[in-house]
């Protein structure tokens, strides 16, 4: 399976839970857009802010509206992951007309053809030792302060 098949409209994913109680990573008002599952934990590894994944590639209403009403939170810049151009560039229409509190999006699109974003992270996992590094130390702290947060201090 690609992606969850539930009938029904599908929420959004986030590694962090940020649509419960908004645990945000980085600014609090930038959020990451993505496809799947496993692009929004690889995006969060290579340190982008607050990674979703719409599990699919296109945004539905439901998804616009639970970014529109995060709770404690005005999401005003997106960064647009999808695997290919020509999807971010449809969705970030999509985002600009459906979510009036954005006023920046950006698109990376520095992909290499055929690579989605845990492609690129395994990629570069392999090729660069300082980047390993600071991903290793970014999933540490996120670790512990997970177990602090569950198991208190």
């Given amino acids: 399976m690609k992606y969850y098949t539930s009938p029904g409209p599908k929420p959004l994913y986030s590694p962090f839970h940020i649509f419960a109680d908004f645990q945000s990573v980085g600014k609090k008002e930038e959020l990451t857009i993505c496809e799947g599952v496993f692009d929004a934990i690889a995006l969060a590894i290579m340190g982008f802010p607050n990674p979703v994944a719409i599990l699919g590639d296109k945004l539905t209403p439901l998804q616009m509206w639970?970014?529109?009403?995060?709770?404690?939170?005005?999401?005003?810049?997106?960064?647009?992951?999808?695997?290919?151009?020509?999807?971010?560039?449809?969705?970030?229409?999509?985002?600009?007309?459906?979510?009036?509190?954005?006023?920046?999006?950006?698109?990376?699109?520095?992909?290499?053809?055929?690579?989605?974003?845990?492609?690129?992270?395994?990629?570069?996992?392999?090729?660069?030792?300082?980047?390993?590094?600071?991903?290793?130390?970014?999933?540490?702290?996120?670790?512990?302060?997970?177990?602090?947060?569950t198991h208190g201090k």
């Fill in 66 to 149: 639970d970014i529109r009403h995060i709770k404690n939170a005005i999401i005003t810049k997106v960064y647009l992951c999808l695997d290919d151009v020509k999807r971010s560039e449809y969705t970030e229409r999509l985002v600009r007309k459906f979510i009036p509190c954005v006023a920046e999006t950006e698109i990376f699109a520095s992909w290499t053809p055929g690579k989605d974003p845990e492609e690129l992270l395994r990629y570069r996992l392999t090729v660069d030792e300082l980047f390993r590094e600071k991903c290793m130390r970014r999933v540490t702290k996120w670790i512990q302060t997970d177990k602090e947060e």
